[in-house]
Nanobody, 125 residues
Framework: EVQVVESGGGLVQAWESLRLSCTVSGFTDDYHAVGWFRQAPRKAREGIACITSVNGDGVAHYGKSVEGRFTISSDNAKNTVYLQMNNLKPEDTAVYYC????????????????WGQGAQVTVSS
């Protein structure tokens, strides 16, 4: 059974940094993909950062709204994928979700069948 667990959300001020962690278990290989998504109130869930594989050779893809500020990375030894968020803005406030897939298709919610419970990130101005 694949399990996805996020941690690290919280309240920060604008321009500060925050790191989210996502632990994925249950896959039998290291070729699975992991993505970070977020959903603000009354908005659709958007893909913000995805990595095509957690085995060290993965390629990162970013949404335009976070490119240059957010970084996705993986630590295979810990089965953990991180989302480093720098220069946070109030418009980054949302529930952040981590998701996993057996193979990467695209950085869209429809391409990821396994989801974590979500972590609230609130950025005050």
């Amino acid at each position: 059974e694949v399990q996805v667990v996020e941690s690290g959300g919280g309240l920060v001020q604008a321009w500060e940094s925050l790191r989210l962690s996502c632990t994925v278990s249950g896959f039998t290989d290291d070729y699975h993909a992991v993505g970070w998504f977020r959903q603000a109130p009354r908005k659709a869930r958007e893909g913000i950062a995805c990595i095509t594989s957690v085995n060290g050779d993965g390629v990162a893809h970013y949404g335009k709204s976070v490119e240059g500020r957010f970084t996705i990375s993986s630590d295979n030894a810990k089965n953990t994928v991180y989302l480093q968020m720098n220069n946070l803005k109030p418009e980054d406030t949302a529930v952040y979700y981590c998701a996993a897939a057996p193979a990467y298709q695209y950085c869209h919610k429809d391409g990821f069948p396994y989801w974590g419970q979500g972590a609230q990130v609130t950025v005050s101005s």
